[in-house]
């Protein structure tokens, strides 16, 4: 079959690998009809995660037509139209049992590496690092499914692939940012980043009552349709975002405050040139500053909720902000599985259609293109959709 493989820096290509089989008895065999690039991959194109190996199938948001199933699958059947989950998770450990997916004890066979680095390793993830469990992912004509009867919600038929896709991470992801806010009647809610994660946690808020939703990021087409969202938008290289906020607020600063950008924020100004020498010399992991404006701008006694991904040791973290003033911190791997469920049944009443983040529609053999596309901001591109088996015309 064919697969998007990661090479190094910015090198990603299209080749022939071995078509996936089943290996254990909870296992399926998924044919992709679609597929997605995250912001999450951007990490990984930009080599700043560890442990990835030439060749490594990328990957994590995808969908299809269940092919073969393992002897113990007992949900699912030939046939069967799937969305995945982009934790892999067993179903019955004690996170699982808990619901906390994303930190399945059972589902990372290289744990100790993740454990290394963290005290205790989180749930494997597909197309993802080799800490993570180094699983081939779904941005390929085919994937396997470990414990495909948790891993899966079945699609209804009359819904398109495009409506249902990103129930595999980014709309539970910002749905999950917003909800641990834990958001009341009359509150406020600002969001840094409109990528598609922020997007879909602004949209999120409003459905969980928020009554304002600040956004913020920089590209004009991002605000636009943070705007058409209902959001109040904030473009940081024209105005000061504390600031800003505060002025909004009436001098109190947001009752919540989102993180949709993580470990790769832009940051003008010294403290940008301090964080990107530090993180090029691998002296700290991650440019943690949309996390530090954050705890700063954050009402007393509010909560600052973490969605985008942050990878190790980080300085200069205001902890005087968030202990002195009370706040809560929220954060994780999205526990996808948790959410399918309820957020198909939102897409069904017309609450919401995700597929209004899509900007790009193309090829699985366009991707090294289209990760650059994504990548550098241009062409107006916020989602990308690839087509593993669309040919060219
Ligand atoms: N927690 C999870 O399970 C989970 C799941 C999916 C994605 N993520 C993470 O969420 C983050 C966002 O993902 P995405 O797909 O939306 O990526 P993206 O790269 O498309 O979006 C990031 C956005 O942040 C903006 N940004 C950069 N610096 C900023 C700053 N200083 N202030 C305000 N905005 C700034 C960028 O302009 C961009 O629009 C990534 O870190 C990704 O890894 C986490
Ligand atoms: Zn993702
Ligand atoms: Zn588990």
């Known amino acids: 079959m064919k697969a998007n493989?990661?090479?190094?820096?910015?090198?990603?290509?299209?080749?022939?690998?071995?078509?996936?089989?089943?290996?254990?008895?909870?296992?399926?065999?998924?044919?992709?009809?679609?597929?997605?690039?995250?912001?999450?991959?951007?990490?990984?194109?930009?080599?700043?995660?560890?442990?990835?190996?030439?060749?490594?199938?990328?990957?994590?948001?995808?969908?299809?037509?269940?092919?073969?199933?393992g002897s113990e699958v007992r949900k699912l059947r030939q046939g069967d139209r799937v969305v995945v989950a982009f934790p892999i998770s067993c179903g019955k450990c004690?996170?699982?049992?808990?619901?906390?997916?994303?930190?399945?004890?059972?589902?990372?066979?290289?744990?100790?590496?993740?454990?290394?680095l963290y005290g205790q390793s989180p749930a494997g993830l597909y197309g993802y690092t080799h800490m993570l469990g180094g699983f081939a992912g779904g941005q390929a004509e085919y994937a396997r499914v470990?414990?495909?009867?948790?891993?899966?919600?079945?699609?209804?038929?009359?819904?398109?692939?495009?409506?249902?896709?990103?129930?595999s991470d980014i709309f539970p992801t910002g749905y999950m940012a917003a909800e641990n806010c834990n958001i009341q009647p009359g509150n406020t809610v600002a969001v840094w980043g409109c990528g598609p994660?922020?997007?879909?946690?602004?949209?999120?808020?409003?459905?969980?009552?928020?009554?304002?939703?600040?956004?913020?990021?920089?590209?004009?087409?991002?605000?636009?349709m943070a705007k058409e969202g209902q959001a109040e938008t904030i473009n940081y290289e024209n105005v000061g975002v504390y600031d800003t906020l505060m002025e909004k607020t009436g001098g109190l600063g947001p009752d919540s405050c989102i993180d949709a950008v993580g470990l790769e924020a832009h940051v003008p100004?010294?403290?940008?040139?301090?964080?990107?020498?530090?993180?090029?010399?691998?002296?700290?992991?991650?440019r943690p500053h949309v996390f530090r404006q954050a705890l700063f701008a954050c009402r007393k006694g509010g909560t600052v909720s973490v969605a985008g991904v942050y990878g190790g040791y980080d300085d200069k973290i205001p902890l005087?902000?968030?202990?002195?003033?009370?706040?809560?911190?929220?954060?994780?791997?999205?526990?996808?599985?948790?959410?399918?469920q309820p957020l198909l049944a939102k897409i069904q009443n017309r609450e919401i259609d995700p597929s209004f983040v899509i900007t790009h529609r193309l090829p699985l053999g366009d991707a090294p293109e289209a990760y650059e596309t994504f990548f550098n901001k241009v062409d107006g591109c916020i989602k990308v959709v690839l087509k593993p088996h669309q040919t060219y015309q």
């Open 5 to 69: 493989c990661w090479y190094g820096k910015r090198d990603v290509r299209v080749e022939e690998v071995p078509d996936p089989k089943i290996i254990n008895r909870g296992d399926a065999v998924v044919k992709i009809t679609t597929t997605a690039i995250c912001g999450s991959d951007l990490h990984l194109y930009n080599k700043l995660v560890p442990t990835m190996e030439k060749g490594d199938i990328l990957g994590h948001e995808f969908m299809g037509e269940i092919v073969e199933v």
């Open 269 to 286: 100004g010294a403290i940008g040139a301090y964080d990107r020498v530090k993180q090029a010399m691998m002296l700290e992991s991650d």
């Open 146 to 167: 470990p414990f495909a009867d948790v891993g899966t919600i079945k699609i209804p038929n009359g819904l398109t692939d495009e409506q249902v896709l990103f129930l």
């Open 320 to 340: 005087g902000a968030l202990m002195n003033k009370a706040l809560t911190l929220k954060s994780g791997q999205t526990h996808v599985q948790h959410y399918m």
């Open 94 to 116: 004690f996170f699982c049992a808990r619901e906390l997916f994303s930190l399945c004890d059972n589902s990372n066979p290289n744990a100790w590496m993740a454990q290394k």
């Open 197 to 224: 994660v922020g997007q879909f946690a602004i949209r999120s808020a409003f459905l969980l009552g928020a009554e304002r939703v600040f956004a913020i990021d920089r590209f004009p087409e991002r605000l636009r």
